[in-house]
């Protein structure tokens, strides 16, 4: 069964104050890897996927990175609109196709 | 990217009852998906909607419960059917292309708190 773990649960920044998420993955034909951004009553908005090891991606001040069992979002001089939910979610091989199995993501503050 | 919309958006229902939620996507697509978001737990799918036949469901989650429709290649359904206030979640569409490497689009949510 596919695993996802994020951590830390919640992280309070200042602004420009870098830092990074964790999220780390068990699962079987990894077949993406993906983060999302969630804000309050509102659905996940999707940011990047990473497909294998050694691939990253960037937009604006966020870059996700990827290992054989763990990913990280960086978030380079934060600004307060930057404040969410940050999600990651694996896809593998085993069982469904198309099934997200998500953690249950990283709670961001960036006060001013 | 697909923009997906859910009717409604958040509803307050009593114990026994069911509730269907809509979700509309503006382009067609291949995959429809139905997930419920807990309080402090990870997005869980229920089910994946499927065009024409029955909806397949994730365990732990049936068709009695959660029947789903999906009529055409933007419209699809769930019914949470015989609520109970363990019901209470948040309930999200998503859709997604052919390729299982695509991600996934989602739409707003639906709140729903059950007396």
């Known amino acids: 069964e596919d695993q996802v773990t994020q951590s830390p649960e919640a992280l309070r920044l200042q602004e420009g104050e870098s830092s990074s998420l964790n999220c780390s993955y068990t699962?079987?034909?990894?077949?993406?890897l993906f983060w999302y951004r969630q804000d309050p009553g509102k659905g996940p908005e999707f940011l990047f996927t990473?497909?294998?090891a050694g691939e990253e991606k960037e937009k604006e001040r966020l870059k996700a990175t990827l290992t054989k069992k763990e990913s990280f979002l960086h978030i380079t001089a934060p600004k307060p609109e930057d404040s969410a939910t940050y999600l990651c979610?694996?896809?593998?091989?085993?069982?469904?196709?198309?099934?997200?199995?998500f953690g249950k993501g990283t709670l961001l503050t960036v006060n001013p | 990217s697909a923009v997906i919309s859910q009717k409604p958006s958040r509803d307050i229902c009593q114990r026994g009852t069911s509730l269907t939620i809509q979700c509309q996507v503006d382009?067609?697509?291949?995959?429809m998906f139905w997930y419920r978001q807990q309080p402090g737990q990870s997005l869980t799918l229920i089910a994946t909607?499927?065009?024409?036949?029955?909806?397949?469901?994730e365990s732990g989650f049936v068709i009695d419960k959660f029947p789903i429709s999906r009529p055409n290649l933007t419209f699809s359904t769930l019914t949470v059917s015989n609520m109970s206030p363990e019901d209470s979640s948040i309930y999200l569409c998503?859709?997604?292309?052919?390729?299982?490497?695509?991600?996934?689009?989602f739409g707003p949510g639906t709140r729903l708190t059950v007396l």
């Open positions: 979610a694996v896809r593998g091989s085993g069982g469904s196709n198309y099934k997200l199995t």
């Open positions: 990473l497909y294998s």
């Open positions: 699962v079987s034909g990894l077949r993406g």
């Open positions: 998503s859709a997604s292309g052919t390729s299982a490497y695509n991600e996934q689009f």
């Open positions: 909607a499927n065009q024409g036949s029955e909806a397949t469901y």
């Open positions: 382009s067609q697509v291949t995959m």
